[in-house]
Structures are given as C-alpha cells and as structure tokens.
C-alpha cells in the first residue's frame, strides 16, 4: 500500500525533552500514520492515529519516550483503513526533521514570534505574509550560529472576517424575517482560510520543522470578539453560529497543536461530537509549556473577555489566579507572558481599538501589574502581537526604582493598509486610567512606559513594515535579545538587550 499525501501539514506541535506531537489533514475516510527515528537510526514501528469526520480529516499523534535535545526524522501521511498494513513508505533521502526540546536543567532559547498573516496585497506587489516567511528563511539559512527552537504565533493567523464581508453583504438582500443570519460567517469560510494560509509554500515548510505554538486573537474569528458579545441580545452582529464555526476551526487547526488536555484527549479518541456542546466545553484556550528553563504562559484574551460589566475582565478568575501561581513557581526563570493584544504601551485616542486591548481593562492590569512589582518578581516579559508594529516597551513603577517589566510586540507579518503611527503611541507616558463609565479618563498611574526600540536613525520608534521577531535568552541566562528583521530577512535597526 502507498502511502497517501496529507492535504494540509504536517505541522509540528507540542514538544517536551521525551515527547513530539505531529499534526495533519488528511483525505477523507481515512487513517493517519506516522513513523520517526533518531537522525541516521532505524526507524520505529509506525503509529496510526484517528482523522476525525467532524473536524475535516484532521488528527493528532504523539511520539513519546524520546530523547532531549535530540534530532529526529519523520514521515506521516494517511491510508485506507482497509489496505494492506505493508506500506510503502517514501524514499528517506530527505525526510522531515525536528529536534526535541532539552531537559529542565538546559538554560537558554531561541524563538521567532509575531502576529497578523493578512491575506490582501496589491496587485503586482511582493508584499505578503509567505514572503515575510521567506525572509524568516533566509535568516536561519544564513545565520547558522544561531538556530531558533521553535515559532511563536500571536493570533491573526488567518483573517477570516475579512473574507466574510462579501458573504454579509449577500445577507443583507435577504428577507426582514431572516435578518439575523446577515451577520453569520459560514464554517466553510474558515476552512478556506485555514487551508490557504496553511498552504503558503513558505510558511509550510517551516511550519513541519520546527515546533509551533499558536493562540488566537480576534481575526480568527471575528473583529474584536469576546464571547460575551456573542452571548448578548445588544450585538447582533456578533452571531452565535459565527462563534460556534470559529472555535470549531480554531481548536481544529491551532489548538489542536497546543498541550490543552481537553482538546488533545477529544483529537486523540475516536469521537466526532461538537468540540462547543459536548465534548469540548472550553472557553479558555490558555495553555503552558517550557523549552529548559524558560516558562511560557499563554494567556486567551478572548475567550473569556467580560467587557459589558464595569469589572471589566481580559482574562477569567481562574486563569488569573494560575497566572500568579505560575509566575510565583517560577520567579527564578526567565517568563514570558503571552497575551495577543498588548499590555502596555497604551495608546492615544483616535487611534482606535484601545477598548480592545489591556488599557480597556485597566483594574485587572493593574491587579496583575501589581502582584509582579510587590511580590519581586523579575526575569519577565510580556511577548504580544495585534496591533501592526513592532516594538520593545518597558515599565517603571515611580515610587519602585526595583520594578522593570518589558512587552516585546511583534506585528505584523503582513499587513495591507496603513496603521498605527509613533504619535499614536503613548510612550513615554503614564498608563490611562478610565472611570466606571470607561468614558472619562485620567493619567494619574504611578507605571510609566517608553520605548527601548530604536530605528535607523538610533532614536525610539516603533517598526510599521512586514517584520518578524527573534527572542534569545543567552545560554548563560544572564540576558534576553530582542531583533527586528524585515521580510528579506535583514536586521532592522538595532537589538534591544534585556538583562537579567
């Protein structure tokens, strides 16, 4: 039996120093199997895994009992579950490859993070999101020192609300009595957008090499979406179907990669039932993992969002609480909070789309601003996407010299239009604070934020073009690098040092 070709992935999930996830879409009716070996070894017995009907013939498996810091060779594809078990696997002149991660005692990592794959581009133009995966390329091609473990992706992987107007705008012709489908974004527009950015030849190809780790922002679903505004009769365009096709999708092809124990347990049965209703209740798609010593918590500043209160809440109680745990557990480690929308610098009105990211929250940053600061907490940073510039902010606390927090913002991949400009940007400033009415404002915080990034000409700015980001812990552990790199792969401006 031939083995047959996946029609997205494989993508490379989840790794640990033992374990390694792999994720396909394969063809319809059919099983997944996958085998692996060390670089040069044998290869062990292959595993067949289930492609599941209700999230279009996608599957996860999992090698464990592996080896840390050790290079592997894959292959993985599907069958028919009728064939032959003898399969006729590929020619291993240049199988797929990844290395697992190394063991808690290892310091030091390396990884590229961003945001924000718009699909639009001029006419004629070279502008897009798989070229700027063709500048990340280039980079690791010619910087061969200096090897990244893994992807971090902060949202906006595809933008499916965009595609989406076309479909509203038909709705729109429809009779008064179904008026409240106009706003419904079909599943089938998800799957298309998933399919095309999961095919971009650039991004693809990376994407099955190195582990990738990835949580949503708003495009996946809809433009500035919280679950409660799906949930309130004040907004209907914020259809409940639209939020059920989303999440569907989203846990599908982007959680499914992560190690969220629900998701991977409903991937890895044999069930087909609603990952909303029945077996997948989750509402939080937050998730942790390290590479050595370096701990990462990845915040879902969606799913849980309560804005329509006058506590309003980016995260739930639960997640919060973890988060304090968490960075209390590790204060001895480098940490990198990842929240898609940024936590600070904020940003000068018209700029629009403020209420949407942490200034719109302002007691619950402050709670958690203020946990860091009293409890000493160091060796932190906030890593986020969203906005469509790239950056280094750090914070001080005026009455304690000791406080230092820093938000690396990476964004955009691609991005069309215009967008935020250094005026926008309330840097250097004090973070805004809002009454209960979120209407009247005041600057009366003792945080302030500037900008470390600095341009070609050496002063604080921020990065407008495509770019992705490098983040270094140093193998001693002393200090954390932040690089810029537009989408040839060239470095722009200068590094922004982090120390210890």
């Known amino acids: 039996m031939t083995l047959k070709t996946p029609l997205l992935g494989p993508i490379v999930g989840h790794t640990t120093a033992t374990t390694l996830r792999l994720w396909i879409k394969g063809q319809p009716n059919t099983l997944g199997v996958a085998r692996i070996r060390e670089?040069?070894?044998?290869?062990?017995?292959?595993?067949?895994?289930?492609?599941?009907?209700?999230?279009?013939?996608?599957?996860?498996?999992?090698?464990?009992e592996l080896n840390p810091a050790t290079r592997y060779e894959y292959q993985i594809g599907c069958m028919d579950?009728?064939?032959?078990?003898?399969?006729?696997?590929?020619?291993?002149?240049?199988?797929?490859?990844?290395?697992?991660?190394?063991?808690?005692?290892?310091?030091?990592?390396?990884?590229?993070?961003?945001?924000?794959?718009?699909?639009?581009?001029?006419?004629?133009?070279?502008?897009?999101?798989?070229?700027?995966?063709?500048?990340?390329?280039?980079?690791?091609?010619?910087?061969?020192?200096?090897?990244?473990?893994?992807?971090?992706?902060?949202?906006?992987?595809?933008?499916?609300?965009?595609?989406?107007?076309?479909?509203?705008l038909t709705n729109l012709l429809k009779p008064?009595?179904?008026?409240?489908?106009?706003?419904?974004?079909?599943?089938?527009?998800?799957?298309?957008?998933?399919?095309?950015?999961?095919?971009?030849?650039?991004?693809?190809?990376?994407?099955?090499?190195?582990?990738?780790?990835?949580?949503?922002?708003?495009?996946?679903?809809?433009?500035?979406w919280s679950r409660s505004l799906f949930e309130s009769d004040d907004a209907p365009e914020f259809h409940?179907?639209?939020?059920?096709?989303?999440?569907?999708?989203?846990?599908a092809h982007q959680a499914a990669l992560a190690?969220?124990?629900?998701?991977?347990?409903?991937l890895s049965s044999n069930g087909d039932a609603s990952p909303v209703t029945e077996n997948f209740p989750v509402t939080d798609h937050g998730y942790e993992f390290n590479h050595g010593d370096c701990q990462f918590f990845v915040l879902d500043v969606r799913g849980e969002r309560e804005r329509q209160s006058e506590e309003a809440n980016m995260i739930g109680a639960a997640r919060l609480e973890a988060?304090?745990?968490?960075?209390?557990?590790?204060?001895?480690?480098?940490?990198?909070?990842?929240?898609?929308?940024?936590?600070?610098?904020?940003?000068?009105?018209?700029?629009?789309?403020?209420?949407?990211?942490?200034?719109?929250?302002?007691?619950?940053?402050h709670d958690i601003l203020e946990f860091i600061r009293t409890e000493g907490?160091?060796?932190?940073?906030?890593?986020?996407?969203?906005?469509?510039?790239?950056?280094?902010?750090?914070?001080?606390?005026?009455?304690?010299?000791?406080f230092v927090l820093h938000n690396v913002i990476a964004s955009a991949f691609h991005w069309l239009a215009p967008g935020l400009q250094r005026f926008h940007i309330h840097a250097p400033g004090r973070l805004v604070y809002r009454d209960a009415t979120r209407r009247s404002e005041r600057t009366d915080s003792l945080y302030h934020a500037e900008l470390r990034s600095k341009g070609q000409n050496s002063e604080a700015n921020i990065i407008k073009q495509n770019n992705f980001t490098k983040v270094t812990v140093s193998s001693d552990g002393s200090c954390v690098t932040v690089s810029h790199f537009d989408d040839s792969g060239s470095e722009i401006g200068s590094p922004v040092v982090i120390e210890d």
């Not at 190690?259 to 409903?266: E, F, M, R, S, V």
Request: hydrophobic fraction near 35%; glycine fraction near 6%.
């Open 259 to 266: 190690p969220i124990p629900q998701i991977t347990a409903g």
């Open 39 to 64: 670089e040069g070894g044998a290869f062990r017995t292959p595993q067949t895994f289930a492609l599941h009907p209700h999230f279009d013939w996608i599957g996860i498996t999992e090698f464990a």
């Open 377 to 402: 907490i160091k060796r932190t940073i906030v890593v986020s996407g969203d906005i469509h510039i790239s950056c280094v902010a750090k914070l001080r606390h005026e009455s304690d010299p000791d």
């Open 81 to 168: 579950p009728s064939d032959s078990p003898d399969i006729v696997w590929p020619a291993t002149d240049n199988p797929d490859r990844v290395t697992t991660f190394p063991d808690h005692s290892a310091s030091g990592t390396s990884f590229i993070t961003g945001s924000c794959q718009d699909p639009w581009r001029l006419k004629g133009s070279r502008k897009s999101a798989n070229a700027t995966f063709g500048g990340v390329t280039a980079h690791l091609a010619g910087d061969l020192d200096h090897p990244i473990d893994f992807f971090l992706l902060l949202g906006d992987q595809i933008y499916v609300d965009h595609t989406a107007l076309g479909h509203k």
């Open 176 to 224: 008064f009595w179904r008026s409240t489908e106009r706003w419904l974004i079909p599943y089938s527009s998800f799957l298309k957008k998933y399919e095309a950015a999961y095919s971009r030849p650039n991004f693809s190809s990376l994407i099955r090499s190195y582990p990738t780790y990835m949580i949503y922002d708003d495009h996946e679903v809809q433009n500035n």
């Open 240 to 251: 409940p179907k639209t939020y059920e096709n989303g999440i569907r999708a989203y846990q």
């Open 323 to 365: 988060l304090k745990n968490w960075l209390d557990e590790h204060r001895d480690d480098w940490k990198f909070i990842v929240s898609p929308v940024p936590m600070f610098p904020d940003t000068h009105r018209p700029a629009g789309g403020r209420d949407d990211i942490w200034a719109g929250y302002p007691k619950q940053r």
